[in-house]
């Protein structure tokens, strides 16, 4: 089968959705990870900008070889590996293909990673990436990438799966997508810091089915430190919605909601509780994204949202706050507008069409946006 996809040509024996169909004992081309792998060139045509010694990538399960293809595409010097052989001789027909050289090898990933200094990693496992974090963070240069498809554990959905994972207590709220990527991120972050190194997140975002983080590495223990003070606990009303985030290594939740005096309070982390973006660097990455990319409206519009998204722990869903309060939810233009007039920041988040981050607690947001109701 013949696939062309961001200006390459590959040939794979099947397409299809990893998510949906399952691992299969085959490779495989997975065309739902189109803008995964878009924006993950347009993040490599921009980090060669703010790093440019970055040269070697080492794409660690290269299935087909997509994603080394397309790296080398860009001017890095790949490395495909795989433990499939077939997979192997697939990646390295690819990447002769293209004619932009690259290198496939049959080696176990974290073995490689022990091995081997790269300058950018990029993690695509089916499922968690933590069985490959340590020797990732250890031996990489500059840029992490991960994406981790198991959102069931992340979003707290498969809660004991979650803390078995990633060394924390997830819960599954009504921001589940951020909820998962912030535990993803608290993870990463820990475990770059046990290598006295930062891992600092640049570009991160939920979609779909997946997380996505790009971590830009720094090697000064007092930088992992610092980033180790970003981790903390969220505590969620499961009566009101109101939220508050404790940045601590120890968690101190509150007897009652400070809202309602609820003692219904879910306790969540240690996650993530720093900036997912660079706002700069979003910009940047979605000034690389080009016509030749099939997702290139998506990418932007993502890249976008990503640029201007408010930097607060959680997000809301303005209809379950709209439906907990019955009313009738007004256009996300005109509610976001609202907050802003009554003086609070507010902004659309990525991910999905009905989130916002404010920095107004929930009673703000309800008083606020209170004349919004046709029957108030």
């Known amino acids: 089968m013949h ?19 399952g691992t299969g004992d085959d490779v ?20 060669r900008e703010r790093e440019p010694r970055a040269e070697s990538y080492l794409d660690a399960m290269a299935a087909s070889g997509i994603r080394g293809v397309r790296a080398a595409a860009e001017g890095y010097d790949v490395t495909c590996a795989d433990l499939d052989t077939d997979a192997v001789e697939l990646a390295q027909s690819n990447l002769d293909r293209a004619g932009n050289g ?81 535990t993803l991120l608290g993870a990463m972050v820990r475990t770059a810091a046990r290598y006295d190194k930062a891992a600092v997140p640049i570009l991160s975002h939920a979609t779909r089915h997946y997380a996505r983080a790009y971590l830009e590495l720094d090697e000064r223990a007092t930088k992992a430190d610092e980033l180790l003070e970003s981790t903390g606990f969220v505590y969620h009303c499961e009566d009101c919605l109101h939220r508050e985030a404790e940045r601590s290594l120890i968690a101190h939740p509150p007897e009652s909601c400070a809202n309602c005096d609820s003692t219904r309070i879910l306790e969540a982390g240690p996650i993530w509780l720093g900036p997912v973006s660079e706002p700069a660097f979003a910009e940047a990455v979605r000034d690389e994204v080009t016509e030749d990319f099939g997702t290139a409206k998506r990418a932007r519009k993502l890249l976008d949202t990503l640029a201007v998204e408010l930097d607060t722990p959680t997000h809301f869903d303005q209809h379950r706050l709209c439906k907990l309060w019955g009313r009738s939810a007004s256009k996300m233009e005109t509610f976001l ?40």
């Open 337 to 376: 507008e609202t907050l802003r007039e009554a003086g609070y920041d507010a902004t659309p988040a990525h991910y999905h069409g009905t989130a916002f981050k404010t920095d107004a607690t929930v009673a703000e947001i309800r008083e606020a946006t209170a004349a919004l109701d046709p029957e108030a």
């Open 28 to 47: 495989f081309y997975n065309p739902t990870q189109e803008l995964n792998r878009d924006i993950t060139a347009a993040v490599l045509r921009s980090f």
């Open 102 to 182: 690259g290198e496939a090898v049959h080696r176990n990933a974290n073995a490689l990673m022990y091995d081997s200094v790269f300058d950018v990693v990029d993690l695509d496992p089916f499922g968690t990436p933590m069985p490959f974090a340590d020797p990732a963070f250890a031996n990489t240069r500059d840029l992490v990438c991960v994406t981790a498809t198991d959102t069931a554990p992340l979003c707290g959905a498969h809660q004991k799966s979650g803390i078995r994972k990633y060394g924390c207590l997830p819960q599954n709220t009504d921001y589940h997508p951020e909820m998962g990527l912030r």
């Open 3 to 21: 696939v062309s996809e961001g200006g390459v040509e590959i040939e794979v024996p099947d397409a299809r959705d990893g998510a949906s169909a």
